[in-house]
């Protein structure tokens, strides 16, 4: 009689069978999808380990120094202030989710604010990084410009229809620097630093997008590389009021790098003539 119940209890749907063993004392092991429904909510604080190594002691050492800011001539303040921002909007986030037992809340006018400053301070420490390695210069600036015009972008969205998955796609997009160390510290095989450097930029933006779920964010981000390649390349060699412009801004490449990496900054119109 008992294996006969325990016969039919094997052939119930998976709530059924699972009371019922249950119900009798048996200890029940979860399925692989039922465990995973019970960590889901907490997946957020899978970044937290990563944050830590990766992130916490670059930040340390960052913000306790000014080595490093005078060895790639880049203002000390900003630059600390660039850290401190990211580090604060990662954490808020994060603990948010957690608290809130996996749900991803809405942006606030608070994000918005974190949001500004990072991306403000994000444009203009690339205006002032001009010693990125030659081979990923023009594609590696676009990729960090892109970065902080589509976390402003989700960020507004996010504000306005209140749909909390661009307020989520925008702060993932700060995990670039998560990736980004970790695919510029990996072998890949023969490739140089700056090959990897280069690769690591846009391999982990494209990651941060993935992992955030970031709306059309492919599409998004190969037409602003586009067009900021293309604003590059009108700057090269002109001196007018436009090209120094986006220069200063750090849109386009510095006429200066171009002279110490032995390249001519003419552009292709006047070698022409």
Known sequence: MASKQLFSAGNMANGSSLSYFQRHGFAVVPTPSEFLTTIWPYRHMLWIAPMLLFLAPRFYNTLKSTAFSRAYHMPYPILALHVFISFVDLVKYHT???????????????????????????????????????????????????????????????????DPQWHEASIMLLNNFIWARVLIGSRMGRFS??????????????????????????????????????????????????????????????????????????PKEEKKE
């Open 96 to 162: 948010q989710v957690f608290l809130a037992n996996g749900s991803v809340h809405s942006a606030s006018r608070t994000d918005l604010i974190l949001c500004v400053i990072q991306c403000w301070t994000s444009l203009y420490i690339t205006a002032q990084h001009h010693l990125l390695p030659k081979i990923a210069m023009e594609v590696t600036r676009a990729t960090f410009h892109c970065m902080s015009i589509q976390r402003l972008f989700a960020t507004a969205v996010a504000i306005h229809t209140g």
């Open 193 to 266: 630093w700056k090959q990897r450097y280069g690769a690591g930029i846009v391999g982990s933006h494209l990651l941060g997008m993935w992992n955030g779920s970031y709306p059309h964010g492919i599409a998004i981000y190969c037409g602003l590389m586009f067009v900021l390649l293309n604003i590059d390349g009108w700057a090269r060699g002109r001196d007018n009021f436009e090209a120094r412009a986006l220069r200063y801004l750090g849109f386009a490449t510095p006429v200066e790098w171009y002279i110490k990496m032995g390249i001519d900054p003419a």
